[in-house]
């Protein structure tokens, strides 16, 4: 008896100490499922919608717009998205890439920078703008050409004749800063600025 209890001490003195309690198990956490994407914000081509691109001179027409919320107020932040078509009449980023992606500045505007225009025709650029799960899209439509002409009494439409663009420094090299003023609606005494500096915009698509 006195070995049976000498013999159990002893096993018990070789088992771990376990805790007098076991914490319950909490269940994971569940994820939080994504919000549905809504079709909230408005994009509002600015300069470039009916554009001409002169192609042996190598003018761009200024391509802006302006994002805005259901409350038609300025959206900063956005991510813009400038898409070019694949083939055809059309253009190009850097390195020949179809799209570029830029954020809007604290007037919701962006602009696409350092492209250039390729084969004479007409050719439709697709803006796609988000911000968070909200998004928002348009297109505008550009005609390439090989030169502006004079026909005697007026000039072709041009680039320079859109009554929102009243500067435009297109980039053509990098390091280049690119600055589009812009009149406003009401008349042309007040003005804006859009500014894509080298490194802000990213080319390829969207991110």
């Given at each position: ?65 302006q994002v805005l919320d259901q409350n038609s107020r300025p959206v900063e ?131």
């Amino acid at each position: 008896m006195k070995s049976l209890s000498l013999f159990l001490a002893v096993l018990m003195a070789l088992l771990p100490n376990l805790p007098a309690q076991q914490p319950p198990i909490q269940p994971p956490t569940p994820l939080a499922e994504p919000l549905p994407a809504v079709e909230s914000l408005k994009v509002i081509p600015l300069s470039g919608n009916h554009g001409m691109n002169d192609l042996e001179r190598r003018v761009m027409a200024p391509l802006v717009v302006q994002v805005l919320d259901q409350n038609s107020r300025p959206v900063e932040g956005a991510q813009v998205v400038f898409r070019f078509p694949l083939k055809g009449p059309g253009a190009e980023f850097p390195n020949r890439q179809p799209a570029q992606t830029v954020r809007s500045n604290a007037d919701g505007q962006a602009a696409a920078v350092g492209w250039m225009a390729r084969e004479t025709g007409s050719f439709q650029v697709h803006i796609a703008v988000s911000r968070g799960n909200e998004l928002g899209e348009a297109t505008i439509s550009m005609t390439n050409v090989t030169r502006f002409v004079a026909d005697g009494k007026e000039k072709h439409r041009t680039w320079w004749s859109n009554k929102w663009a009243k500067v435009a420094v297109i980039a053509g090299a990098a390091g280049v800063t690119v600055a589009i003023v812009l009149l406003t609606r009401g008349g042309g005494s007040s003005t804006s600025t859009v500014t894509a500096s080298p490194g802000s915009p990213t080319i390829g698509g969207p991110q």
